[in-house]
Every structure is written in structure tokens, then in C-alpha cells.
């Protein structure tokens, strides 16, 4: 991990790190006194980084140098931006929903202790839209007490899309102060990828263009042979709808490599937690009576497993949501390409291919294929399987680029 601090990490969103770094004098007894509070909302566009936003501000309530706020080289500093402080609590949620029982368990309950190094007990919860629904509340509603009043030295921070009432619970949102935070720009993202992710200048520039500047996407990128492979046959679909047969057989390969990446990347962390769940119930044990403890904690085991399950299928999804952002970024280059208007490509790397759909489809027919597209999310959103899904959006763009 790099040792910038607080101040450098911020540099590309002055406002954002003006603000956190005045809240974390305040609550060092310094400057302005209205400048802290204990309940924040931090929101932005999708990959913008609220989170890491709110972990810079974890760690200049964390750090330990007196002489400079969120030094990013003390041990305070470096655990909390790692995510590994004892003293703060980081909820990322792998569910589509947060459960009431989640929310008392792990979140009111762990906030509600206080800190044992640090001056403060940091609490982050990403994904924080997930806590209501369309169909119950009840999440929020449970988190709400705490936020109103929460112990003395605990800070709570909560990361969102923004602070629409379909994003965000309302409740919630009247009881934090909110701080907006921007998408990177593409040079300040090409520099955190060569700096944290050790990039080439050139990779590092392919993946914020292509990545549409969302901080996590592009680290992957970056990093992973795997995610570029899959982008390369997410874009490549485009082509191989002028081949007959072929796209929908891709398709098939496809779904499989996204549910085998989707797998494979949250697969230590699943078999960790299941072994920690079955030696904290004592399974493996033997002697007298084991045989009885052993069947009443099988159901506990079947409840990790069904949540497991669950969190997969989010994975799965979210996986192929980011294939379908893939290709149609294909078709808004063919549309770029088309109109002859001097904005970047989304794919600079597949130039070729953009062009070429440019001049086979006319500008209703790419307007139809990006609908095709976004209905496609729309189905994986409704459950519909995603072979159902993604095969109908195949016939669909056949049909706008006038293949028979």
C-alpha cells in the first residue's frame, strides 16, 4: 500500500477533501466547531469513490501523528485505509437487500461499543440504498435510533448513488450530513492506477476510458487478465451478430465465464466463512452428546449456505451487468463514430469494430440495439434467466442491424 495521506489521496476532489479534513480537526478540538458530525451520507455516480472516500476519512479520525491530519503513515492510518482498524466497521453488503437482522446484529450492535485504540469508532456502510426497499423499510427503520443517537465516539458513514427517496431513505437522509462525491477525472484515475496498481501509462489510460472512470472496474481491469478477456467477448458479441449463429452460441460461453469469474473471486472468502461458522459450533467434535450438538447446528449451517447461495446469484448479475455496459459502449462508439462528433471513444481499442457497425447500421438501428441492451438489464433485474435474457436482446439487435 502507498503511504500518501489523506490530503494527497483527495487531491482530485477538493471539495470532498476540504470537508473531511476540516471534520477531523474539529474532532481533534481544532477549527471550525460545526465542521464534525456523527452521521454522514456520501454519494456519487457508481465507481465515483465514496468508499474510499470514507475511508480516508476514517483514517484522519484514526490517525495517530499530532502533527498532521491523515498522515497516511502511521499504523492508525494505514489499518484504516486497509480496511483492518480494530475500531472501524465495514459493511459491504453482497445481498440485493440489507436484513433488519443484519442491520441489529452487525451493525447497531458493533457501533454501539466503543473504540479501543483509536479516539473513534468509525462505522461505513457501503451500499447503504440496500437498507429500504420498495418493499419494506424495516432495515432503516432499525438503524434509525442509532443514527439519532449514537454513542459519543462513534462516527457513522453511509455511502449511496444519491439522495433520491429510491435510492436513499428519506428518514435516514434528514438525520446526516451529506457530501458529494465526483467521478475522477481520466487523468487523476490513470494516476491512481499507475501509482496503487503499478499500470503501465497506456493500460492505465485504456482502462479509465473504457471503465467510463469507475474507480473499481478499472482496478480490475488493470489487474486481472481474467476481466479483460471477458470484456474482450462482452464486446465482440457486436461482431458476431453479422455471423449467422454464432452470438448466440457466444452468449452460451459467455454466461459461463461470467458465473465462473463471479465464482471463483468470492470462493476463499466463502469456504473461510463456512469453517469459522463450523468451528465456532464445535462441528468436527466427537465425545459424548457431539452427535446431538451436531444436528442442532446443521440448520445454522444450511442458513450460511442458503446466504452463500444468495449473495452469489448478486454476484452473477451484477458480473453480467458490467458485460452488458461493455457492449453497449460498442454501439455508443458506432453511434460517436456515425455523427461525426469530437468526443472520446468508450473503446478506443476497438476503434475498427465501431466503425465498421457505423457504416452497416443506420441511427434508429443503434438507438435499437442499446434499448435492446438496456431491456436485457432490465429482464436480469426481474430474475428472468439470463439465457432467456441475453438471447432475446441477441434477436433484438439481429433485427436493428437488419441481419436475416
Avoid at 462482452?234 to 458465473?259: D, R
Avoid at 468526443?343 to 457497425?357: K, M, N, S, Y
Wanted: charged content about 25%; glycine content about 6%; overall charge neutral.
Amino acid at each position: 500500500m502507498t503511504t500518501r495521506s489523506v490530503s494527497e489521496r483527495l487531491a482530485g476532489t477538493p471539495a470532498v477533501r476540504d470537508i473531511i479534513l476540516s471534520a477531523a480537526a474539529t474532532a481533534r478540538g481544532q477549527g471550525d466547531a460545526y465542521a464534525m458530525t456523527h452521521a454522514w451520507l456520501f454519494t456519487g455516480p457508481p465507481g465515483s469513490g465514496r468508499s474510499n472516500a470514507a475511508l480516508a476519512f476514517a483514517a484522519a479520525l484514526m490517525c495517530e501523528n499530532p502533527d498532521e491530519i491523515g498522515c497516511g503513515r502511521c499504523k492508525g492510518c494505514r489499518d484504516a485505509l486497509s480496511g483492518s482498524h480494530t475500531d472501524l466497521v465495514h459493511v459491504v453488503p453482497h445481498t440485493s437487500t440489507i436484513k433488519v437482522d443484519f442491520v441489529r446484529d452487525e451493525i447497531v450492535a458493533k457501533a454501539a461499543r466503543l473504540p479501543t485504540v483509536a479516539p473513534w469508532r468509525v462505522v461505513i456502510i457501503e451500499n447503504a440504498d440496500r437498507l429500504a426497499t420498495s418493499i419494506t423499510t424495516a432495515p432503516a427503520d432499525a438503524l434509525l435510533k442509532t443514527v439519532e443517537e449514537p454513542p459519543e465516539r462513534t462516527v457513522i458513514i453511509m455511502c449511496a448513488p444519491s439522495t433520491d427517496p429510491q435510492d436513499f431513505s428519506q428518514t435516514l437522509r434528514s438525520r446526516c450530513r451529506h457530501v458529494y462525491v465526483p467521478s475522477p477525472s481520466e487523468d487523476e484515475l490513470v494516476r491512481i492506477l499507475v501509482e496503487e496498481e503499478g499500470a503501465s501509462e497506456h493500460d492505465a489510460r485504456l482502462a479509465a476510458v473504457s471503465s467510463l472512470r469507475h474507480i473499481g472496474r478499472a482496478r480490475l481491469l488493470v489487474r486481472s487478465e481474467a476481466i479483460q478477456q471477458r470484456r474482450a467477448m462482452a464486446i465482440n458479441l457486436a461482431e458476431l451478430v453479422f455471423h449467422g449463429p454464432q452470438a448466440f452460441q457466444a452468449v452460451g460461453s459467455l454466461l459461463k465465464a461470467a458465473e465462473k469469474e463471479a465464482i471463483e473471486a468470492h470462493k476463499a472468502d466463502d469456504e473461510a466463512e463456512r469453517a469459522k461458522l463450523e468451528n465456532a459450533l464445535g462441528m468436527g467434535a466427537k465425545g459424548k452428546g457431539a452427535a446431538k450438538a451436531l444436528r442442532s447446528v446443521a440448520s445454522s449451517v444450511r442458513q450460511l449456505e442458503e446466504e452463500q447461495k444468495r449473495r452469489g446469484t448478486r454476484r452473477k448479475r451484477d458480473m453480467l451487468d458490467l458485460v452488458l455496459v461493455d457492449l453497449a459502449g460498442v454501439y455508443r462508439d458506432a453511434m460517436v463514430v456515425q455523427s461525426g462528433a469530437e468526443v472520446g471513444l468508450t473503446h478506443p481499442d476497438f476503434e475498427g469494430l465501431a466503425r465498421e457497425i457505423a457504416g452497416q447500421v443506420s441511427a434508429e438501428g443503434l438507438v435499437e440495439c442499446l434499448e435492446a441492451i438496456g431491456q436485457c438489464r432490465e429482464r436480469l433485474d426481474q430474475n428472468v434467466t439470463p439465457a432467456v435474457a441475453f438471447n432475446g436482446m441477441i434477436g433484438r439487435i439481429r433485427l436493428a442491424c437488419n441481419v436475416s
